[in-house]
């Protein structure tokens, strides 16, 4: 088969496999979230058994409560956040709207363009639907029983593939490859360990900052910026962008042009800092891959798998490109999408 006739198979073969990764989400997603959440609590267990002389079971059993305690206390604090935007939009915030629709039309009238801005804009509804705001939040509170569910099937199997790590460890040493690619693929996973650690810190200090940010600006539903703030930040360039608009426009309806603009600023200051400035400093440009590649891949996982793809993206592609340095086909392709300037001069790192 000439080099045509194999381009084309490999393309077709890549458009089956998406195929199947958009078809079988629900599945994969549950998987993929057991295994990196093992990932990351692993350093947790292993520092248990290394330092604390815990055995296996019990590392494993402390490992997996301090999880549950996480996830259910995010479960409650988003509920709890549910109920709140309720309670807030019913009160006087919708009254403040009507203030502000009252204004703007006053604004509009000495410019004589409040009929034609009354003519999109009939009533405050319809500038912000407060209704509409608080049936949905409605459904989201109706929904925690759900997301419950499934973050428990979540962590059961996280549970197993902690349990089983040494196995798999001792397995995967066993395996007729050679040492360059096992040291590559435990290479990636500290990797992969290390960008979602440092990454759960810049992304607290984060909504923590826009969190103080917004009190101090008196924006309605600070508690709320903030931890959407910390949870998108996970996602490169697009989740701090994403992030910032709500309490943005919020700002701009309720307030001044003044404060939106503070606000403007306030979160640019704070992503630029922490974005480009304190996560480069530690985390550096270990996984030798361009940028443009980075936001490519947020892209396309956000396509397949939707927010969960959205934040794995650096990890999946990390794995991937993992995969293709290790295929004799499709070695080319890994080798454009690396990021040659900082890959050449990063150190190694040290397996387990």
Known sequence: MGEGGRFLLVAAAA???????????????????AGFLAIVSYAVTDILRRYLRCPHWL???????????????????????????????????????????????????EFGLDEHFRAI??????????????????QLTGQIVSIMSTCGLVLILMTFFLGEAPLFLKNFRRLPTGERGKND???????????????????TLTGL????????????????????????????????????????????????????????????GINGIIGNGIEPLFLGKQFGIATSVVLLSV??????WGPFGMLMAVPLTVLIKLALENSRDLSWVALIIDDKRQSDSRPPLKPH
């Open 299 to 304: 892209l396309f996982w956000g396509w397949l």
């Open 59 to 109: 590392a494993v059993t402390i490992t997996v409560l301090f999880d549950f305690g996480v996830v259910f206390g995010i479960i409650a604090l988003l509920n709890y956040l549910a109920r709140d935007m309720m309670d807030t939009l019913q009160g006087d915030v919708s009254d403040r709207i009507s203030e502000k629709y009252d204004l703007i039309m006053a604004w509009m009238a």
């Open 185 to 203: 693929f435990l290479n990636a996973i500290q990797g992969i360990q290390r960008y979602l650690f440092i990454k759960t810190v810049s992304s």
């Open 209 to 268: 900052l826009v969190w103080l940010l917004c009190i101090c600006l008196h924006v309605p539903f600070a508690f709320l910026w903030g931890v959407l703030a910390l949870v998108l930040n996970y996602i490169p360039t697009i989740g701090s962008i994403v992030a910032a608009i709500p309490a943005i426009a919020l700002t701009l309806l309720l307030g001044s042009w003044g404060d939106a603009i503070i606000l403007t600023l306030g979160y640019l």
């Open 15 to 33: 458009v089956i496999v998406v195929a199947g990764l958009k078809a079988a989400a629900s599945v994969i997603m549950l998987v993929l979230m």
């Open 121 to 138: 804009y009939r009533s405050p509804q319809d500038l912000f639907d407060v209704r509409q705001i608080v049936s949905l939040t409605q």
